[in-house]
């Protein structure tokens, strides 16, 4: 009997675990003060309007709630998505939506969709750690999206415009036009991974790749960028509920592949979410901007008053994260180890979220789960560590050697 | 701009729209009598129960309930999973255990792990149909599991060994034996697709593929079996549960692949279906066990008062579904849309249920959903349908020719 590793497909060669998940598995306890999971703050969840929801539609809908569904999603929920849509910018009907196990699912849909082994898909340096493990099963190789040369079988860009993950950036509408125009002299398809959106909390709303794209190309139909929205980080990540907004020749091929691969979105779930949506849900956003705003300013004061001088970060105008340059020399992974070690303090480090060329001194600060005073202790912590390491710059190759040993 | 079509990736060719399945959409009208769709009846789903567990989820989890949770699926569930399997002959632990979105994600989470393009798939005739919407994104080509020749490249064997869907089938202990044997001498991995195990009504249970793998080879470790269970058919469709008990390895890979494709299974379902089964499943199984074999009871009956001469059909010890053979020149898709222009009835035709060599004269007929009387009435009509071919054969050819015209 051959082992299972002989056994694997070949694309298995390109899915790995990632080390840094399986450490931040370790970080439950509950002296840690944590900047890494970028997660929502579960204080926010609608848990209340959630229970009489579900409530009401097992009342109501009753078995239908509880039955297979079609494997677009609900036509209700598929409507509110496509008049959301409208409103900012993308003229569309529900026939240009359909609904996803969260935006991650729509990432891995898009793959399978598009990506031959050996296609290349242009990404942010840094992007979303968790697309290139969507992406990774159908081998694609990487490029940066900013560099001056478009590799040869270039077929997807992929990008985070509104307070990235990880790096917290916004792209300008100058920035956004430079991307349509590089994907239509290069026919990429855009993948806009709008999972933040929602979230802005300070400076003024761009257009959505999609709506530029939809401006300029007339129509959603000869639009080359998809949309992928998600729930996971207004109401509840635990819906599991997301969508893809894009043109119908597409929608259909995804819908193919959804059924393929586990029939439909959990029913009773989309159900419960159209009827949350439906009460005030500009309201429920505007306390989580409010919310995380405050967070991200108690970021940005603990930062200028705790980092040492060479020490540089964003400042997000929406959404979870900061990111954390330290000086040239200094490695995310190895400081980790030193602050949950030294200062009870985690974060992530930024090398995994680079599809090429990852530049080691970056950390992924996220301020979405601490309290201000919380994030203040937290930071100055993270400070005194990198303090450490600056004045002992020789630690960290130590630290590497033995590690090696 | 090239159109979408150029853009596809190559696998594309392999997924394609079933027009079974578009035709079945169809099927909503309620003056139709429908044998058709392969679902539960949604008078056994435990919606009080299921109700109030959303309740005390709610209020006893909270807010844990609504957040991300781990890829592998709750470890509650798992270990409850696992305790069920070892008493159904499986020793193993939750280790062995991965929660997926029903068990149609488990497949296309095996295909993703095993599958490279051009490997060969073995497969019964007829098969269930949704596991080769699952692979066939992986490119993989077919083989009868039952014919002499094993083809080069063949590295899956799928079955379903209990009340398959379509066939009704149950294997003997000594088919299992003989698939085991032949798995063994062509190292194949076996995929056990137990969809339907729970809902025997008639007959004595035989060992599952995967207890007799274990008996075997003498660890959970050491066999090549993956057994695919689902709450699907049991508790509801809707809250898209499913899991693979297999050797660790195997598990270790299906979370990753997980993790990629859509993060995890909706936390507060999981959690939902934990307490649900943690209440006298056992009581629950037998309700639908009774009502189970009084519709296939009466679908028996009905079919020997009212199918005339020269057709056939299996007789189910369990699960939803009768395999009808028309006489040799009977189409199942003509005799469909015979049915329903003419009687009102419909019903699914066999041929997309072959993974190779089709047997255009088959039909798979559901009693799950309509009532005894509606069963006799239902079988009376598509009697009439066949007779009436029987007695003008070329009928079928002049349709034919019309729609090809």
Known sequence: MNTWTDRF???????????????????????????????????????????????????????????????EGLPE??????ARMSADGVSCDEGNIVITAGSQQALDLIGKLFLTRGDAVLAERPTYMG????????????????????????????????????????????????????????????????????????????????????????????ARTLYCGTFSKTLSPALRLGWVCAPRPVIDKLVLLKQGCDLHVSTINQMVAARVIAEDYDGHLERLRVHYRERASAMQTALARHMPMGVTWSKPQGGMFVWLKAPEGLDGAHL???????????????????????????????????????????VRRLARVVEARLAHPGSNVKRAMRGAA
């Open 336 to 378: 980790l180890e030193a602050a949950l070690a030294e200062e009870r303090v985690a974060f992530v480090p930024g090398a995994p979220f680079f599809a090429v060329e990852p530049q080691a001194n970056t950390l992924r600060l996220s301020y979405s789960l601490l309290s201000p005073e919380g994030i203040d202790e937290g």
């Open 131 to 222: 697309a290139l493990g969507a992406f990774n099963a159908y081998e694609p190789t990487y490029g940066d999206l900013d560099a001056q040369e478009v590799p040869a079988g270039a077929r997807l860009a992929y990008l985070v415009p509104d307070f990235a993950n990880p790096s917290g950036r916004t792209m300008t509408r100058r920035e956004r036009e430079a991307v349509l125009d590089r994907a239509s002299a290069h026919d990429l398809v855009v993948i806009e991974d709008a999972a933040y959106r929602e979230l802005r909390f300070a400076g003024t709303s761009e257009p959505s790749l999609l709506a530029l794209d939809v401006a300029r190309s007339g129509s959603i139909e000869s």
């Open 9 to 71: 497909a070949e694309r298995m060669t390109h899915v790995r675990a990632s080390e840094i998940r399986e450490l931040l598995k370790l970080l439950d306890q509950p002296d840690i003060l944590s900047f890494a999971g970028g997660i929502p703050d579960p204080q926010l969840f609608p848990a209340e309007r959630i229970q009489s929801a579900y409530e009401d539609v097992l009342k109501q809908a009753g078995a239908q709630a509880l039955q297979y569904s079609v494997s």
């Open 77 to 82: 929920l598929r409507r509110w998505i496509a």
